[in-house]
Antibody, heavy 120, light 107 residues
Framework: EVQLVESGGGLVKPGGSLRVSCIGS????????MGWIRQAPGKGLEWVGR??????????EYAAPVKGRFTISRDDSKDTLFLQMDSLKTEDTALYFC???????????WGQGTRVTVSS | DIQMTQSPSSLFASVGDRVIITCRAS??????LNWYQHKPGKAPKFLIH???SVQSGVPSRFSGGGSGTDFILTISNLQPEDFATYYC?????????FGQGTKLEIK
């Protein structure tokens, strides 16, 4: 059974940084394209970004609102995905979901999310 | 970015009903349309990809259709576990974008 478990969410001040993690199990993590999707309170789903597998270059892509501030990385030896969030803004407050992706922007497995609150 | 618009935003129905949720894209996306189910506190679930391909393990009462700009999700014979929020999402071009969601509630 595929499982994605996020951790590391919390309260951070505007301008601060936070790193959230996601551990995957039940699949070959190193082969998977991984990513993050978020949901602000009372809002819909918003794609944050993705990282391809090392076999596909390990390249990253980001949504415009987070580009230059967020960094996605992976440690395949630990089956772990990371989201480093810098220069956080109040509008980054959201539940952050870890996802697996197949065949281009099809999100087949999701975690339950980790909550990030940016507030002074 | 491609805008995705779902209707209705909320829907009240009874167990056993058939419901249809629509999704419209701001430009043609061929059949690159996915549907997800989300219950509070749970991981969202991938239901349908490429407009009409139902994922393995998803009950047959779920079906999808459409192409171009207009798509539908049909749930036949509603069951208690189907009451949730449903999202469409285009995978045609970056960035992938979602509809605002349709909350399906018990009448």
């Amino acid at each position: 059974e595929v499982q994605l478990v996020e951790s590391g969410g919390g309260l951070v001040k505007p301008g601060g940084s936070l790193r959230v993690s996601c551990i995957g199990s039940g699949f070959t993590f190193s082969d998977a394209w991984m990513g993050w999707i978020r949901q602000a309170p009372g809002k819909g789903l918003e794609w944050v970004g993705r990282i391809k597998s090392r076999a596909h270059g390990g390249t990253t892509e980001y949504a415009a609102p987070v580009k230059g501030r967020f960094t996605i990385s992976r440690d395949d030896s630990k089956d772990t995905l990371f989201l480093q969030m810098d220069s956080l803004k109040t509008e980054d407050t959201a539940l952050y979901f870890c996802i697996t992706e197949f065949y281009g922007y099809n999100f087949n497995y999701w975690g339950q999310g980790t909550r990030v609150t940016v507030s002074s | 970015d491609i805008q995705m618009t779902q209707s209705p935003s909320s829907l009240f129905a009874s167990v056993g009903d058939r419901v249809i949720i629509t999704c419209r894209a701001s430009q043609t996306i061929s059949n690159y349309l996915n549907w997800y189910q989300h219950k509070p506190g749970k991981a969202p679930k991938f239901l349908i990809h490429t407009a009409s391909s139902v994922q393995s393990g998803v009950p047959s009462r779920f079906s999808g259709g459409g192409s171009g700009t207009d798509f539908i999700l049909t749930i036949s014979n509603l069951q208690p576990e189907d009451f949730a929020t449903y999202y469409c999402q285009q995978s045609y071009s970056a960035p992938p974008t979602f509809g605002q969601g349709t909350k399906l509630e018990i009448k």
